[in-house]
């Protein structure tokens, strides 16, 4: 199938008389009529329902369509895209061990990782997005369990040379994670690149109508974990009646042991209704993405005429930094987010943001409606100077969520924002 009719119809088929659509399963628990039974369902997870801070029917539903859609073998929603990555890293990462991301990635997750897990014992070994292919090889130091890129980075829209990334954390025996956020499975498939886990931040364009946060994480199936250097994969786990998970499940080894291990103590697994509402956004997904595109692609190239304008990164633009490595990788587009930096810097974006009426002021991004953020006073915020460098921010920059109202009427607003300045 292609990704117009899986958004509709993968992961859930309903039987004679069945809802047409998933239903809200609003249940913590599930009943079983015997002892037997529920011992039974505790030896093997994968064969029934235990208690819905492992799994529920309305997610189990939106985690196939997704998984499908990124064509791994299976998929884990989360609470939060935060709670994505820290369970991908943490699966494979315990204190003493380090992993190799790229600079250029979302803030939340270089807080994530360059504190909260150095806190924890790991250490992240940032390296440039760009960097060639010896360098991202040499990066890997013998306690080095993964890599970790951002296919369109938020905010400076960096495109990661995924197969070259991919290539690299291989000839050292480790998996690739991928945070496929902007791009979605329907402009981009990491896996078929070579990443071997891609993870979401699903409150983004997944959802689309900014109404629940959440995340997904999900494993390719690919990935050789018997190679030595993976042994919470392929030794017993003692705190489950001593499972290794690429013998019992050698299906999805990954996220398995994410789930029975990580979601068990942690608890980050989304509500039902959250998943319901999710599901409805996925549903339009691959009729949506291509319209932000082509809104996107127009709101650019008229910004870029500007002379208020210093530079705009938008990587479907000809003459971005990114272009050529945006069509390979993601030649239908490149999501509907633009970063604009207003000359003047910080005082003249702010001028420019308070100006727009259409576009919103918020503290979000790959919504259905246009809006926009000013990274150095919002999300970004505690990042250092040279962090924000580093992750190609600078004061006057500012994050255009073009959304899917009528282009003329977005770009009437833009114009509206640059008279201000
Ligand atoms: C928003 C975002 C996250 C974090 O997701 P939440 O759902 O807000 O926790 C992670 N990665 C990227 C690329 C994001 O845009």
């Known amino acids: 199938m292609k990704n117009e009719t899986k958004c509709l119809h993968s992961g859930y088929t309903p039987k004679n008389g069945e809802p047409r659509v998933v239903p809200i399963y609003q249940s913590t628990t599930y009943v079983y009529d015997s002892t037997d039974a529920v011992a039974h369902v505790f030896d093997d997870p994968t064969a029934g329902l235990i208690y819905s801070r492992f799994a529920n029917p309305t997610t189990d539903a939106v985690e196939k369509k997704i998984a499908d859609l990124e064509g791994g073998v299976a998929a884990m929603c989360t609470s939060s895209g935060q709670a994505a990555s820290l369970c991908s890293i943490l699966n494979i990462c315990q204190a ?20 909260t897990l150095k806190k924890l014992g790991i250490e992240c070994i940032f390296v440039d997005c760009d960097a060639d292919y010896e360098t991202l090889v040499k990066a890997a130091k013998p306690n080095t369990k993964c890599y970790f890129g951002e296919t369109i980075a938020n905010p400076a829209l960096t495109v990661l040379d995924i197969e070259t990334w991919a290539k690299a954390a291989h000839e050292n025996g480790l998996p690739l994670i991928v945070d496929n956020t902007f791009a979605t499975p329907v402009l981009c498939r990491p896996m078929e690149w070579g990443a071997d886990i891609v993870v979401h931040s699903t409150s983004k364009y997944m959802d689309g109508h900014a109404v629940q946060v959440g995340g997904v994480v999900v494993e390719s199936g ?18 489950y009646h001593g499972t290794v998970y690429t013998r019992d499940y050698p299906a999805a080894p990954f996220l398995t ?36 595109c082509k809104n996107a692609i127009k709101v650019a190239q008229f910004i ?30 490149t999501s509907g987010v633009i970063a604009i930096s207003i000359k003047g810097g910080r005082d003249n974006a702010v001028k420019f943001m308070d100006a727009l009426e259409l576009a919103s002021n918020e503290v979000h991004v790959a919504d259905i409606r246009t809006c926009v953020l000013h990274p150095a006073s919002a999300t970004h915020r505690q990042l250092t100077d040279e962090q924000l460098a580093a992750a190609g921010i600078d004061g006057g920059l500012i994050r255009l969520s073009v959304g899917l109202e009528n282009v003329d009427d977005i770009i009437a607003d833009i114009e509206k924002g640059l008279a201000a300045i």
């Open 257 to 292: 042991k994410a789930r029975m291990q990580l979601m068990r103590d942690f608890g980050c697994f989304p509500a039902a209704h959250s998943s319901f509402l999710l599901n409805l956004g996925l549903e339009t997904l691959a009729v949506r993405m291509p319209q932000y």
């Open 96 to 115: 003493g061990d380090s992993f190799v991301a790229s600079s250029s990635i979302y803030g939340g997750t270089v807080n994530l990782f360059a504190v």
């Open 304 to 333: 870029a005429k500007s002379d208020k304008v210093a530079s705009v990164a938008y990587p479907g633009l000809e003459g971005d930094k990114y272009y050529e490595r945006a069509q390979k990788y993601l030649p239908d587009g």
């Open 222 to 239: 690919k990935f050789n974990w018997e190679n030595g250097k993976f042994p919470c994969l392929t030794e017993p786990d003692e705190s």
